[in-house]
């Protein structure tokens, strides 16, 4: 079975610093890889995605994660983080293609973002 | 233009009371499903449905049926609501036949007392 592990529950920072977070995953198979934003009293919103080719991928605000094969992992970062920054980041994996696929969500960190 | 939209927002009701919540799409996606996010912001897969089929069912109570009339809409129906349930139930969606990603509602914050 594929699970998600996410490093770190918390993970506060001054503004203008730069930032990690980290994810690790297992899988027997092809990985598709995700990170979601969850800013206070919103929904999930999609950060980035790997799915396949280039093992750094680019997201949108800012925010970047590479693809590490051999160490299981798919960190996110960002070089220098905002305020607006603050809020839950949600590291997913993606079971298996089609419509029986399903995103295992890792536990969460939470990224605050202190002046 | 919400891709995502679900309703109510916000539900407060009683033990034992049956409630229902609703999730529409309009990104034309075949595949939806229901999250249920606890107080530790753990997210746990409920259901998915294709093409108004059922797919996933995950280990949930038989309290909890979902309903899909049309790819664009999945309902959720909560029977006999326990203390537990209170948590914040997410609807999704994705085209299952061109991306892995989820697009996600605003999500619901049921509260059981």
């Known amino acids: 079975a594929q699970s998600v592990t996410q490093l770190d529950s918390q993970v506060p920072v001054f503004e203008e610093a730069p930032v990690e977070l980290r994810c690790n995953y297992s899988?027997?198979?092809?990985?598709?890889l995700f990170w979601y934003v969850q800013y206070p009293n919103q929904g999930l919103q999609l950060l980035l995605k790997?799915?396949?080719?280039?093992?750094l991928v680019k997201g949108i605000n800012g925010f970047e994660a590479e693809f590490n094969k051999s160490q299981t992992s798919f960190h996110l970062r960002k070089p220098s983080v905002h305020i607006s920054d603050t809020a839950e980041y949600f590291c997913?994996?993606?079971?298996?293609?089609?419509?029986?696929?399903?995103?295992?969500f890792g536990k969460g960190t939470k990224l605050s973002v202190k002046p | 233009d919400t891709a995502v939209s679900q309703t109510p927002k916000y539900l407060v009701t009683q033990m034992g009371n049956d409630k229902s919540i609703k999730c529409e799409q309009n990104?034309?996606?075949?595949?939806m499903y229901w999250y249920k996010q606890d107080s530790k912001k753990f997210l746990k897969i409920m259901f998915s449905?294709?093409?108004?089929?059922?797919?996933i069912n995950e280990t949930v109570p038989n309290r909890f049926s979902p309903k899909s009339p049309d790819k664009a809409h999945l309902n959720l129906h909560i029977n006999s609501l326990e203390l537990g349930d209170s948590a914040v139930y997410f609807c999704?969606?994705?085209?299952?036949?061109?991306?892995?990603?989820?697009?996600f509602g605003p999500g619901t914050r049921l509260t059981v007392t």
């Open positions: 999704a969606s994705r085209n299952s036949g061109h991306s892995y990603e989820q697009y």
């Open positions: 899988s027997s198979v092809s990985v598709y």
């Open positions: 790997y799915l396949s080719g280039s093992t």
């Open positions: 997913a994996v993606s079971d298996r293609p089609g419509s029986q696929g399903n995103l295992i």
């Open positions: 990104l034309g996606h075949d595949t």
């Open positions: 449905y294709n093409n108004k089929e059922l797919i």
